[in-house]
């Protein structure tokens, strides 16, 4: 009884299945024939009625046509835009030599803005100066170890100066103008600025109003004290420059520097780095650092205010 019932089973599947294959035939072939079908198109005269033109078509040949055009349009856009000068209007698309040009040119737009700025700040400090209004800066009190230690080694006196100073103010005692004058003055405690033997001394008769002293290579350059910025730039003479304007009219320099860590207009204090000491090409390869201070105008001699 269940195996009989199987083979019903088994035919009444295999008679569906064949069915379904006839019907999908017939439904193919009726899709087939309705595509090739063809339809008569004419052009009439509007006047006489009179046929100018016809022709035959089908679905399946305006599905062709159709195709075939569409596949032509893009096939000569894509020739147009790559071949022609007309991708360069495509939004986002642009050759990598004009991209790098553009770069560079804005790199340099920006470096000519930041120079203009500095040269701004150097003629405002410069201005201020010439109309004896500098922004004099004040000095922080010293109070750390090192700078008091410092203090000490700078401001100890041998016997022969402690006499001559003892002399002095023993003829200066009764001397109003010499007392107001020295009470007006203002002690100031110098960095040195860099570290090096002295290769040439303080000779204003030969034009020399500073000394030049021989370095080790990158050596850091300190501001003898605190004070403003007022010109750094590139000379022919002395390579990197850096000048300094500290309080009292006192004018640090620094000259024939490999590089500069500040620029004009900035603040910096006593003792922070300012520049880095380079090469003087006319000392054989010899590191030369040149110092000089100005106070008032007047050149001063660094050995008398430095312990170098």
């Not at 009179?50 to 569409?70: D, I, K, P, Y």
């Not at 050596?219 to 003479?237: C, I, K, P, W």
């Amino acid at each position: 009884m269940l195996v009989f019932i199987k083979r019903a089973t088994f035919a009444i599947l295999f008679t569906d299945t064949i069915s379904v294959k006839k019907e999908l035939k017939h439904i193919l072939s009726d899709f087939m024939q309705l595509m090739r079908f063809k339809y008569r198109v004419s052009i009439l005269n509007e006047n006489t009625l009179e046929e100018n033109w016809h022709t035959r078509l089908s679905r399946f040949s305006v599905l062709l046509f159709a195709s075939a055009f569409f596949l032509t349009t893009f096939i000569l856009l894509t020739f147009l835009i790559f071949v022609t000068p007309l991708r360069h209007y495509l939004p986002g698309y642009g050759e990598s030599g004009n991209r790098i040009a553009i770069v560079q040119q804005s790199m340099t737009t920006d470096s000519l803005t930041h120079q203009l700025e500095l040269q701004q700040a150097y003629l405002s400090v410069l201005k201020d100066i010439i109309n004896e209004k500098p922004q004099n800066d004040t000095i922080k009190s010293l109070d750390s170890v090192m700078l008091k230690e410092r203090a000490t080694v700078l401001l100890q006196k041998s016997k022969r100066e402690n006499d001559f100073i003892r002399d002095y103010e023993e003829s200066q005692k009764y001397n109003i103008s010499s007392i107001s004058s020295a009470s007006s003055e203002k002690m100031y405690v110098f960095f040195r600025p860099v570290r090096g033997v002295i290769a040439s001394t303080y000779e204003p008769q030969e034009g020399n109003f500073g000394i030049s002293l021989i370095t080790s290579s990158q050596e850091n350059v300190m501001s003898v004290l605190e004070g403003t910025v007022v010109y750094a730039a590139f000379t022919f003479d002395y390579g990197w420059v850096i000048q300094v304007q500290h309080e009292n009219d006192y004018i640090s320099i620094y000259k024939n520097n490999t590089r500069l860590l500040k620029g004009a207009g900035e603040h910096v204090k006593a003792g922070e780095s300012i520049a880095i000491t380079g090469d003087d090409q006319n000392s054989g390869g010899r590191k030369h650092f040149y110092f000089e201070i100005w106070k008032q105008g007047k050149p001063v001699n660094p050995q008398d205010v430095i312990v170098f």
